[in-house]
């Protein structure tokens, strides 16, 4: 997709305004990023190194901020058919594709190198591997595969990696609770992304992406495949504890926490109730995932004993 291709691209285009800049960058999804990536560096227990942290979170941001940019400018044309996306700057015409191209990638640039000089390689690898799995292949997958909610799913599970490989002091490794932090993202994603997908599968079937909602029309494997998910991830999230990494006290937090999401995607089967229960299934989502993952940090750095 080139930048004179795009909406938007035309010489009497308006100056872009500080919040249309701002609105590139998604700034909640790349707040989640960063999140996520510290969730990985405590988790590590590495202490407190305030220059390592400040420039974690300072490269994180940045390169969730460049991807976010380019992935708008490789999807103006289907942002602009879709009503949930029709309003973002590139669609509206409200800045010209090319600022978005360089934002992005100026972005992307200076979060790798704050990463590789100021942290460690491993950490500005697992940053460029989920630059490059969500812009080469989660991306371009929308508009050709069914499975490319779970491709971005992996794409969007690499950033406690980042943090744990920067609690690694560059050593060139992962321990088995980073690995398992990566399988919480990833399966999280699914009846997180199942629930939107559900919700706006309108607007996804007008610009043709094969998802499984546009390709489900009862919703009855949307709603299996996010149950199934679902268990996964519930199982992945007491590993640490059967795996010695974390407390009872953990587990049992998490058990709870686990039935009352299990519950909301089970409701997601329930054909009378699939929209509202869809929409109970996103909230819920939302609001389990700090809480698991706080759970776990708070276990790790107050209550765990090696």
Not at 5 to 14: E, F, K, L, T, V
Request: charged share 10%.
């Amino acid at each position: 997709m080139s930048v004179e291709s795009s909406p938007g691209s035309s010489a009497g285009a308006p100056r872009s305004s500080f919040g249309d800049l701002l609105e590139l960058t998604k700034p909640r999804l790349s707040f989640l990023s960063v999140l996520t990536t510290l969730v990985g560096y405590a988790a590590a227990r590495p202490g407190w190194h305030p220059r390592e942290f400040v420039f974690l979170c300072l490269g994180t941001c940045a390169c969730a901020g460049g991807v976010a940019a380019v992935n708008q400018w490789m999807e103006a044309d289907t942002d602009a058919r879709m009503h949930r996306t029709a309003d973002r700057p590139l669609p509206a015409g409200r800045m010209p594709p090319g600022n978005a191209f360089v934002l992005g990638w100026g972005l992307s640039a200076f979060g790798l190198g704050c990463l590789f000089a100021q942290v460690n390689g491993l950490a500005a690898f697992f940053a460029l591997a989920t630059i490059v799995s969500y812009l080469a292949v989660y991306t371009p997958a929308k508009r050709a595969s069914r499975w490319s909610t779970e491709l971005g799913a992996i794409a969007g599970a690499f950033p406690p990696l980042i943090g744990w490989a920067a609690a690694e002091g560059g050593r060139v490794q992962v321990g088995a609770l980073g690995w398992i932090l990566f399988g919480v993202l990833a399966t999280w994603q699914i009846p997180h992304f199942m629930a939107v997908a559900w919700t706006h599968r309108q607007d996804y079937a007008r610009v043709n992406f094969p998802l499984l909602t546009t390709r489900d029309t009862e919703g009855g494997a949307v709603a299996r495949w996010s149950l199934l998910n679902a268990f996964a991830l519930i199982a992945l999230c007491l590993l640490p504890a059967v795996l010695g990494l974390a407390t009872v006290g953990y587990a049992v937090f998490t058990t709870v926490l686990g039935a009352w999401f299990l519950y909301r995607a089970y409701a997601f089967l329930r054909p009378a109730t699939r929209d509202a229960a869809a929409r109970k299934l996103f909230f819920a989502s939302i609001a389990w995932l700090p809480l698991q993952l706080g759970a776990l940090v708070i276990d790790r750095l107050y209550f765990f004993t090696p």
